[in-house]
């Protein structure tokens, strides 16, 4: 099921990044400062419909979801099945970035598996009116960046702190949290029994979840963020 173009977003007008405000400087290791910068720097880039390695990206995005099913062109109806608002799916990326679309086919080259699985609905007794994948990934997506607060020079608050440890320590932290985030989002939609409408709160209690388990004190890795075995 699709929705209005709002249906992008719309939670995060209404959310916003709790920044301690009993903030101190920190210090970032080279590394850890580097590798925030190129994530900062990729934030930056919006889709671009004329760009070859965009439109290469999203043909390779099409292929790893349905390999056996040929792709009539960037425009088309067939967007809708994976569930992009409308027939051009870069009208959608304009929400988030390229990024977005970096992500999505982050999740569908190393957790295949776990890609088809919530792209097909394949989990759990299912709503009539159940969320769009595609769509849902842009939210997962935007959310992210503005819980980990990476919009600022550096993030202000204790999850986005602590992730930045995490990605000093692997340089895909950040695609493979966005992989636990949707696994995490499905598992949270199924046990809400949820629908449609419900997708907001769903997306808000991710996040509460995310927030918990990156303000542990032993999460030295991504790895050992409890959700990771989700994946």
């Not at 390779?60 to 009539?72: D, G, K, Q, R, T």
């Amino acid at each position: 099921m699709v929705g209005s173009r709002s249906w992008i977003g719309g939670l995060f007008n209404r959310t916003t990044t709790k920044r301690n405000d009993k903030f101190v400087d920190y210090p970032l290791i080279p590394i850890e400062e580097e590798r925030l910068q190129r994530l900062q720097e990729r934030l930056q880039v919006p889709y671009d419909e004329t760009r070859p390695d965009h439109q290469e990206s999203l043909r390779a995005l099409w292929h790893c979801s349905f390999p056996n099913v040929s792709l009539e062109g960037l425009i088309s109806d067939q967007w809708k099945d994976m569930g992009w608002q409308g027939p051009n799916p870069s009208t959608d990326f304009r929400g988030c970035g390229f990024i977005s679309l970096e992500n999505l086919l982050f999740f569908a080259r190393k957790y295949p598996a776990s890609f088809h699985k919530l792209l097909l609905k394949k989990d759990g007794n299912r709503a009539t009116w159940e969320y769009p994948f595609a769509v849902a990934g842009i939210n997962i997506s935007f959310m992210l960046i503005q819980m980990l607060d990476l919009c600022s020079e550096k993030p202000r608050c204790i999850p986005g702190m602590n992730f930045v440890k995490l990605l000093g320590e692997n340089e895909e932290a950040f695609d493979v949290l966005y992989c636990i985030a949707f696994e995490m989002m499905d598992a949270q939609w199924l046990a809400l029994h949820a629908s449609y409408m419900d997708f907001n709160d769903v997306l808000q209690a991710t996040r509460m979840q995310l927030e918990r388990e990156l303000s542990l004190e032993d999460i030295n890795k991504i790895q050992d963020l409890p959700a990771y075995n989700l994946l």
